[in-house]
C-alpha cells in the first residue's frame, strides 16, 4: 500500500518567516494531494490540496508544490503568525484498482510553533 | 451548514467492554471514513461505507465494525476493547470519493482503562 513519510516532525520559525514541509510518497498511482492543519482538541482542516496534474498551487500565504517524477510534494507558508501554530499532515490519495474511489494515507505530522 | 458532526466527544470505557461512535456526514456528502489517530501520529484508515456497504478497509482487526444508515450517518464499533484502542477516533465524509476533499469531524476521544 501507500506510505507517505513527513519531515520534519517538528519545526520552530520566528513570526514573519518562511516554513517548508515536505513529504514523499511511494505509490506513483497516489493522484491527489491534500494537506491538513490540525489544532488541539479538533479534527483535521483542510488547508490546501494539489491533483497530480498540477505542479504548484498557491492560496495567499500557502502554497503547495508537486514533484510527480520524484514523488514528493512541499508546503510552503510564508509570514508566518503565531497562529499557524498548529501540527500540520500532508496525505495522498490512491485510487482503487477498477474502482471510482480512493483512500487518504496520512503522513506523521509535523508541529509547526511560530514564535512572535 | 453542518460539518460533520460526531458523538460523543469524549468516552471512557474497560478493557474488554464494547463501544459505538457516531458521526453524521456534512450535508450533501455520502461517503463516510473512519480512521483512527493514536497519540502524536498521523490518523490511521480504518474502513469507508458508501450506499451502506463498506467499500474499503484499513488494517484492523475484525473487532472493529461499522455501519452506514439511508440517511448516510454511520457508526463504529469496537468489541473487546484493549488499551492501545485508545486513541482519537475521526469521521471524515465526502462526495464519491477522495477526490473532492474530505471534512473532518472533531472525533472522539476514546480513553480504555
Known amino acids: 500500500g501507500e506510505n507517505v513519510e513527513q519531515h520534519p516532525s517538528t519545526l520552530s520559525v520566528q513570526e514573519g518567516d518562511s516554513a517548508v514541509i515536505k513529504c514523499t510518497y511511494s505509490?506513483?498511482?497516489?493522484?491527489?494531494f491534500p494537506w491538513y492543519k490540525q489544532e488541539l482538541g479538533k479534527g483535521p482542516q483542510l488547508i490546501i490540496d494539489i491533483r497530480s496534474n498540477v505542479g504548484e498551487k498557491k492560496d495567499q500565504r500557502i502554497a503547495v508544490t508537486l514533484n510527480k517524477t520524484a514523488k514528493h510534494f512541499s508546503l510552503h507558508i510564508t509570514e508566518t503568525q503565531p497562529e499557524d501554530s498548529a501540527v500540520y499532515f500532508c496525505a495522498a490519495s490512491t485510487p482503487l484498482q477498477n474502482s471510482g474511489y480512493s483512500t487518504l494515507t496520512f503522513g506523521k505530522g509535523t508541529m509547526l510553533l511560530v514564535s512572535p | 451548514d453542518a460539518g460533520v458532526t460526531q458523538s460523543p466527544t469524549h468516552l471512557i470505557k474497560t478493557r474488554g467492554q464494547q463501544v459505538t461512535l457516531r458521526c453524521s456526514p456534512k450535508?450533501?456528502?455520502?461517503?463516510v471514513s473512519w480512521y483512527q489517530q493514536a497519540l502524536g501520529q498521523g490518523p490511521q484508515f480504518i474502513f469507508q461505507?458508501?450506499?451502506?456497504?463498506?467499500?474499503q478497509r484499513g488494517n484492523f482487526p475484525d473487532r472493529f465494525s461499522g455501519h452506514q444508515f439511508p440517511n448516510y450517518s454511520s457508526e463504529l464499533n469496537v468489541n473487546a476493547l484493549l488499551l492501545g484502542d485508545s486513541a482519537l477516533y475521526l469521521c471524515a465524509s465526502s462526495y464519491t470519493g477522495v477526490r473532492y476533499g474530505y471534512t473532518f469531524g472533531s472525533g472522539t476521544r476514546l480513553t480504555v482503562v
Open positions: 461505507y458508501y450506499e451502506e456497504e463498506e467499500r
Open positions: 450535508s450533501g456528502h455520502d461517503t
Open positions: 505509490d506513483s498511482a497516489s493522484n491527489y
